[in-house]
């Protein structure tokens, strides 16, 4: 089956410094991915839509620059929080469309933890 | 725009017991797709089940069935012979196809299965 890996599960990093979260395919090609943000005990807000080689699109609401995302592979997208604040600590996760076109269904990665102290 | 509604913040159901769990939806689309997604403590996002639109029959998986109401936009998860194992979150989701394959998910319920 399709498999999603982010990375890392867990960080924790000082107010004002950056992290970069990974989320590859391991065993297809992703076009498509998104990134989502959930807080404890909510559901899923959709971030954005990441697009192999060419600009994520945003949704209304996230900033561009504090979330900046790269999608260079077909594999791999990234997810960098500029200047994180004890405001950004959240649990990320990332989905990608499978290797069987639009069936519908998403893969969904384990998901990352982001303490900002 | 899409939204989906699940009305039950938190559930519990006793081990071999049978729990539904209910969601309704809202769009002016014909055809889409329905998931339901499990979220254990774990935090992994698992897809428990699929409905597409178009089609009457109600989709199962094992212990897990849904009752698909197009007329009525409500698409419930019945859950039988609970186990612990399925202590979890529980997401209703809508999928428009051919539009990027953006997930709108509800806002959960808790499932609680009881020994």
């Known amino acids: 089956g399709a498999v999603v890996s982010q990375h890392p599960s867990r960080v924790i990093c000082k107010s004002g410094t950056s992290v970069k979260i990974e989320c590859r395919s391991l065993?297809?090609?992703?076009?498509?991915m998104f990134w989502y943000r959930q807080f404890p005990k909510q559901s899923l807000m959709l971030m954005a839509t990441?697009?192999?080689?060419?600009?994520?699109?945003?949704e209304q609401g996230v900033e561009k620059d504090k979330f900046l995302i790269n999608h260079a592979s077909l594999t791999l997208s990234t997810l960098t929080v500029t200047s994180a604040h004890p405001e950004d600590s959240s649990f990320y996760i990332c989905s990608a469309r499978g290797p069987m076109g639009d069936t519908g269904e998403l893969f969904f990665g384990e998901g990352s933890r982001l303490t900002v102290l | 725009a899409q939204t989906v509604t699940q009305s039950q913040p938190e559930m519990s159901v006793q081990e071999a017991e049978t729990v539904t769990l209910s969601c309704t939806y809202d769009t002016s689309e014909s055809n889409y797709y329905l998931f339901w997604y499990k979220q254990p403590p774990s935090r992994q996002m698992i897809l428990v089940i699929r409905?597409?639109?178009?089609?009457?029959q109600n989709a199962t998986e094992n212990r897990f069935s849904v009752n698909f109401q197009k007329a009525a936009k409500s698409f419930s998860l019945k859950i039988s012979d609970s186990q612990l194992g399925d202590t979890a979150m529980y997401f209703c989701?809508?999928?428009?196809?051919?539009?990027?394959?953006?997930?709108?998910f509800g806002g959960g319920t808790r499932l609680m299965v009881k020994p």
């Open positions: 990441s697009n192999e080689g060419s600009k994520a699109t945003y």
């Open positions: 065993d297809f090609q992703a076009t498509t």
């Open positions: 989701a809508f999928m428009k196809p051919n539009a990027g394959n953006m997930l709108t």
């Open positions: 409905q597409e639109a178009y089609k009457q």
